[in-house]
């Protein structure tokens, strides 16, 4: 049942990242679930449904809620049925206690953090999104293990390909971010026109290149389901780099289910031929 409602939350709140899960192996499929739920229930308490709450109220559900994860991780039991999945996930996979507390100080930094300098929003992104792809990579290993002298790479791709995740997403959400949530991660004081499009484009643009580096050193189980979510995320960057400014800060731009289903396709064809660079 726990295991249900951990895929449940996925199921609701991303497509694309759904479809690339169906392509991982279903123990790995099922940790993968369990993180991204607690994940999402954080974001939303400071993002989402709880956003209409008083900051003081916000504030204190994220305590609560990251106290009972941490709490129902060292129990190997919690009442809330997401907890509960997600806390065999961190024993089976031996996922890292200190990773976790950054992405929860990453998340209580939007409390109170509205406006971002290049550097403020670097050490957001490390832990709003790069230690998820570090955890990720955490749980790809945990019976597949990668050779001591491949992890540097593939620790930069994890690391790489969550902040790319992350930056196309505040592209994609420039809008809604500014007007409902009175947050600026992007372009600090300055206008988002094209010059500035342009140069997160290239900053996504390197952190897919770090990552698709990593990609072919993951196990099969895993490799297939992460190359998807890869190609979408890449086909939704030149969607972005196409469109001008004027039009991403007013449209979420979208990769039709069409497309997703031949991006899968592909993932599903090269997945097996990719070899590590030496």
Wanted: net charge positive; charged share 25%.
């Amino acid at each position: 049942m726990s295991r249900r409602a951990a895929a449940g939350v996925m199921a609701h709140y991303s497509t694309s990242f759904s479809l690339a899960t169906r392509l991982l192996s279903p123990q790995i499929r099922a940790d993968i679930r369990n993180l991204y739920a607690v994940v999402r229930v954080a974001d939303e308490i400071v993002d989402g449904a709880a956003a209409g709450l008083p900051a003081p109220e916000i504030a204190r559900e994220l305590a609560e809620f990251r106290s009972a994860v941490f709490r129902g991780c060292e129990l190997g039991f919690s009442s809330n049925p997401i907890i509960h999945a997600f806390a065999q996930t961190v024993a089976r996979c031996q996922l890292s206690k200190q990773q976790l507390e950054d992405f929860f100080d990453a998340m209580e930094r939007d409390l109170d953090e509205s406006t971002h300098t290049p550097e403020s929003r670097a050490s957001y992104v490390y832990g709003s999104a790069e230690v998820i792809g570090l955890l990720c990579l955490a749980i790809f290993t945990s019976e597949h293990p990668i050779a001591n002298n491949d992890r540097p790479v593939a620790e930069r791709g994890a690391r790489a390909l969550g902040a790319a995740f992350q930056n196309i997403n505040f592209l994609r959400d420039l809008t809604a971010d500014r007007e409902r949530l009175g947050r600026n991660y992007l372009t600090g004081d300055g206008p988002f026109d094209d010059a500035a499009k342009a140069a997160i484009i290239a900053e996504i643009r390197a952190d897919l290149a770090t990552a698709w580096r990593a990609i072919p050193l993951l196990p099969m189980c895993a490799r297939t389901g992460v190359l998807t979510a890869y190609y979408v995320f890449d086909e939704l960057t030149r969607r972005l780099e196409a469109a001008p400014a004027r039009v991403v800060a007013n449209t979420r731009v979208r990769v039709p289910g069409t497309v997703k289903a031949t991006l899968t396709a592909r993932a599903i064809a090269h997945a097996p031929r990719l070899r590590p660079a030496r």
